[in-house]
């Protein structure tokens, strides 16, 4: 039979050794076995303790209480994160389940039932990146006369094939972004057209009718 599962602890500070030293051993050791009963769902008499014994168990209560409180606070905070995430697929969390750590186990569970579920299925979680798969020399040469670019696209896939498509040391995820970058590289600038130089005339020198020196060109 499982065990059941409950806050299995209270807090005791300093501030009530004071009226715990105030009464006798007796009623001090009656006192706290009421909380121990009290604590395990009993109800606790007045009548049944001794007034010196009612107040060491009076001094405890309120942290037993508490400990109840925060129990159940953390099932609860519990089973909204589990609708939060899981929402309607949310896998039922018991009433007895524990405050710390109650759903690490439901969600293992959940993930290797959701994994089970994909692979069957063969679906893509909503959030994975698609693979990333090497463009063709088509499809660079169709993206390079798209932007009139100089990338070589042979060239441009050589390159990267090269480096096992990384860029540095981070697998490249995004190849038109690479390809954009490279058309500020030296290697595949456009080189730049020269206007031929004009030509060149030749000319002698001579003498014109008032006796200076003239150059004549042919």
Partial sequence: MAKEKRATWWKMFYHQRAAIESVNNEDAGAGLKAAFRYFDGEDISPDSLTAQAFTVFCVIRPYIDESFQDYNSCIENGKRGAKNRWGSNSLPIDTHSPPIGCLREVEAEADTLSSKDDRESGADKPHRRPRFVPPTVEQVAEYVRSRDSSVD???????????????GKTPMKDWKAACRNAESWERWKKPTQQQPPPPRRTGHLGIDENGEEVVRFD
């Fill in 153 to 167: 696209p042979q060239g441009f896939i050589d390159f990267y094939e090269a480096k096992g498509w990384l860029i």
